[in-house]
């Protein structure tokens, strides 16, 4: 009890790897065998902020997974209900305020990783009651399992909790795990998946508002910082085009994203790239334009508007797996995929985003609404690969009230992440209901 072992191969040898997967993409960051006599000065140890100063070692996810054994000694998840500062409304949903779960593992060295499962009602498949409830039989089941590699939990949990309908869940849980085994091998997650880089620049959201209020948004977020807008369209064709027009005149000279979450017809979409054309506004991508399970839609959107428009078109709730992106791919439907973990869980990520490169596709990494919890980890993830050419890890600003103590920096549109274990945020778990 109370380590965390690195298998004798890890030790004696090094690795190779194929320069082209993200799961074993290296990074030199410095490891460890830990194996504690003390347990008091293991729990002092996990817990310190700065990264220990040791020989680096070339390390990285796939090692990581394959070589480091975890001993899950406490699991959990509790509600995470945050209120937001305005409702958030998109075309298919609106938000009032944050309902999601959060997780908490902690090894027998002592040991914790966090995570948290974001649920957007209709966007999601899981309410709330339904996650706590899948949270509960994952942790419970990580609780009475034996130790085993960290490869073989995340295997198990996506047994536990498969597809599409417990996403969410699982890649809280994952998210959890990954901490929990980088904490105690006193790694930074951005390192651990690449270490490309240890910040990153997001856009910002205007939800669906009048012309009014985003010209408001608008004069704000430029103050702030921001360069690049993202607008949520697509319940009314003329409203839209007027909110535009209202920050384009409080924001002249910002980048746009439109999404319209499903919200038009192919027709509409077509228009709406129209009436841009029109007013001399070119968006640097348009995301989701029609509904998840329109494909032929979908794809005679991104060749208009590629071949007429210039515009980028991303697939966002169409891609809802592999298989998903594999067809995006294989029919060219979209120019773009955006990597949500709470749609296909940390590892369904991974393996969508090694796909998307090896064909050259571009990429886009978002969330739901979520904390710093979520979108921390995705910020980790974005910064250490470097492989992402839109970041929209914005919706943490949305909230009235911060729960997460630690973790990056925000100074504007920037993330900026430390050298501090793990992901580097915590939640006060006493004060969670």
Known sequence: MGRIRLSQNFQSHSFRHSSTSVYTQLSKTPIFSLNFKNPKKTISACMAAAMPT??????????????????????????????????????SSRLDKVENVAIRIELSNGCVGWGEAPILPFVTAEDQPTALAKAAEACEFLRQSPEMTLNLALTKIGDVLPGHDFASVRAGVEMALIDAAANSIGIPLWRLFGGVSNSISTDITIP????????????KYRKQGFKTLKLKVGKNLNGDIEVLQSIRAAHPDCLFILDANEGYTAQEAIKVLEKLYEMEVTPVLFEQ???????????????????????????????RSLADAKKIVQESLADVINIKLAKVGVLGALEIIDLARSVGLNLMIGGMVETRLAMGFAGHLAAGLGCFKFVDLDTPLLLAEDPVFGGYEVSGPDYNFSNARGHGGFLHWDSIA
Not at 56 to 78: C, Q, S, W, Y
Not at 292 to 313: C, P
């Open 54 to 91: 040791l020989t680096p070692t070339n390390f990285g996810f796939k090692n990581l997974m394959e070589t480091v054994t975890i001993d899950v000694h406490k699991a959990e998840g509790r509600p995470l209900n945050v209120p937001l500062i305005a409702p958030f409304t998109i075309a």
């Open 208 to 219: 669906i508002v009048s012309p009014m209020e985003a010209f408001e948004l608008a004069s």
């Open 289 to 319: 334009p029609v509904h998840r399970d329109n494909w032929e839609g979908l794809g005679h959107v991104s060749q208009i508007a590629k071949d007429k428009y210039g515009v980028s078109v991303a697939a966002d709730e169409s891609c």
